[in-house]
């Protein structure tokens, strides 16, 4: 008897859930939400201390979260609202709040600044969203920290 009363309060709740990317109601972003977010020094959520994390947050509310180290992960998504609250949700249907606070944005358990442009691989990882539409993850981009090095010869 206890479970279905739960089950109905929650239902009842108001909740709403997002169950498929295409559900989600893509939403322009508020200006403070707007722009290139990067983590700003090393982070525990993120693999390394050498990692950087960010979020690149369009006027039309499209996303891309973008992670890289030794290799790069964007994952494009869109700005929606969820309840009060907003929140970004990716094309594999992950869905992360998004909150300001002081010019600090905090978002998958990340601090970001907002800063001008964002990284050169993730501004490439943004021109293969545009390429490929439908890929719910890009990860060929090499970064720039594992390009070869080229030594010139001694003679």
Do not use: F
């Not at 021109?127 to 719910?136: D, F, I, L, M, T």
Request: net charge positive; with cysteine.
């Amino acid at each position: 008897m206890k479970k279905w009363m739960l089950l109905a309060a929650i239902g009842l709740s108001g909740c709403a859930q997002i169950t498929s990317y295409d559900s989600a109601v893509k939403t322009p972003a508020p200006q403070e939400l707007k722009g290139n977010w990067q983590t700003v020094g090393p982070q525990s959520k993120l693999i390394s201390r050498q990692a950087i994390g960010s979020l690149i947050i369009g006027a039309e509310g499209d996303t891309l979260d973008c992670r890289q180290w030794q290799r790069v992960i964007a994952k494009p998504g869109k700005l929606t609202r969820l309840g009060d609250e907003w929140v970004n949700v990716t094309r594999q249907v992950r869905v992360m709040p998004i909150t300001l606070n002081n010019g600090e944005l905090r978002y998958d358990g990340l601090r970001m600044r907002k800063i001008d442009r964002p990284t050169v691989e993730c501004q490439q990882a943004l021109k293969e969203v545009a390429k490929r539409p439908n890929e719910a993850v890009i990860q060929n981009i090499q970064p720039e920290i594992m390009e070869p090095v080229s030594v010139p010869s001694q003679k």
